[in-house]
Every structure is written in structure tokens, then in C-alpha cells.
């Protein structure tokens, strides 16, 4: 069975530019997370949505941080104009449903480096 | 609001030896808790996970943790480390009425096993 795919792993850009990352779930997954984990700390949930429609998004930047997830499958998190702080690891992760087995499968992450 | 302490930034144990990690939380009402070990540049791998029943937890590659309520820890074991043990362990709890994907996690204990 295919993990979740991440691209691209590794982004380095300037602050004020824009930055977009891509996910692609399990197969048959419909709900789709992305966390954010800045060094040191454990991951923050930024959104959730539940095939193409969005569960939870109050811990994302809305100012600068957008995602969308057209026809329940991939997914896209864009980050515009990206700031210092933003520099983190951006993991997608996927599961069956909101009530399944509460267990999230996680993709190797994409590592940002504002500078 | 639901937080997780992990007091240990490192836990040092020579392979063969008992490891514990340990975890403790803090959230209404009954907890949903969970492990996840972080290898390098990996995603998080779901460990155990409790949601209700035996307090005793059995895991992936022979670890287990304790959920004890009245001191709200839920630390990790296992019996005899390995050097492949050697990664970052997070904890994380889940609030009863918050979504699946919104797991609050701890900071992370990193594990050296030695040879």
C-alpha cells in the first residue's frame, strides 16, 4: 500500500515569496490533515478537511496560509507572502474517516527555510 | 484546552535495558491518547493509541504504555531496547468532542539506545 506522498521535501525561499506544497492521501482516505512542526516542537494541526470540505481550520494564518482540497483526493497548502517563522516541516497526514481508529498516517513532511 | 507534557528532552538507556518515556496530559473529559515515533527525515508512525478498556496498552515493535487516570500519564515502555529503538517518541491527546486530526501533541523526548 502507498504512504502519503509529499513534494517537494525540501523548499528554501526568500521571506515575502510564495511557497505552495502538495499532498496526495492513501488511497480511500477522506480525511486529510496538515500539520505544521517547527524544530523542537510536536506538530500543529493548520487544517483538516473531510473529502473536499474543510472540518477545522482555526489554527491556520489565514492572512498567508492557504489550502485547498479539490475532489476529495490531493491537496495544496500555499503559503503567501511566507514570513521567518514559517520555517518548519509540513506534514500531510490521512485517515479513513473522522471516527475510524483515530489513527493518522503521515507523509516524510516538506522542510521550508524562509530566510 | 488539552496540553501534553513530555518532561524528558532526552532519555539515554543502553540496548537490552527496560525504556520508559514518559507523558502526562491534560483535557476534559475522557482522554483519547496516543504515541508516535518519529525517525529521521520520517513522518510520525503511529505506536498505540488508548481510547477506552484495559488501561494497559499494547503497541507496535513490542511497546506498551499505561494509562493511569488518576495521575494523567500515559507513559511509554518496553522492556528490552534496541539500538533500531533509537528515534523521537511524541505524545498526544485528544479532547472527546475534538476531531480525530486534532491531536495536541507533546514536544518530544528523543531516545538514544546505546550498543
Known amino acids: 500500500e502507498a504512504g502519503v506522498a509529499q513534494s517537494p521535501r525540501y523548499k528554501i525561499i526568500e521571506k515575502r515569496q510564495s511557497v505552495a506544497f502538495w499532498c496526495n492521501p492513501i488511497?480511500?482516505?477522506?480525511?486529510l490533515y496538515w500539520y505544521q512542526q517547527i524544530l523542537g516542537q510536536g506538530p500543529k494541526l493548520l487544517i483538516q478537511f473531510q473529502n473536499n470540505g474543510v472540518v477545522d481550520d482555526s489554527q491556520l494564518p489565514k492572512d498567508r496560509f492557504s489550502a485547498e482540497r479539490l475532489k476529495g483526493v490531493d491537496s495544496t497548502l500555499k503559503i503567501q507572502p511566507a514570513k521567518l517563522e514559517d520555517s518548519a516541516v509540513y506534514l500531510c497526514?490521512?485517515?479513513?474517516?473522522?471516527?475510524?481508529?483515530?489513527?493518522?498516517?503521515f507523509g516524510e513532511g516538506s522542510r521550508l527555510t524562509v530566510l | 484546552a488539552q496540553s501534553v507534557a513530555q518532561p524528558e528532552d532526552q532519555v539515554n538507556v543502553a540496548e537490552g535495558n527496560p525504556l520508559t518515556v514518559k507523558c502526562t496530559y491534560s483535557?476534559?473529559?475522557?482522554?483519547?491518547l496516543f504515541w508516535y515515533v518519529q525517525y529521521p527525515n520520517r513522518g510520525l508512525q503511529f505506536l498505540l493509541k488508548?481510547?477506552?478498556?484495559?488501561?494497559l496498552v499494547k503497541g507496535s515493535y513490542g511497546f506498551e504504555a499505561e494509562f493511569n487516570k488518576s495521575q494523567t500519564s500515559f507513559h511509554l515502555k518496553k522492556p528490552s531496547a534496541l539500538v533500531s529503538d533509537s528515534a523521537l517518541y511524541f505524545c498526544a491527546v485528544r479532547g472527546q468532542t475534538d476531531s480525530w486530526g486534532k491531536l495536541q501533541f507533546g514536544a518530544g523526548t528523543q531516545v538514544v539506545v546505546t550498543p
Open positions: 483535557v476534559s473529559g475522557n482522554p483519547y
Open positions: 488508548y481510547i477506552t478498556g484495559d488501561n
Open positions: 497526514a490521512s485517515s479513513w474517516g473522522t471516527t475510524y481508529t483515530g489513527e493518522l498516517f
Open positions: 488511497s480511500g482516505h477522506a480525511t
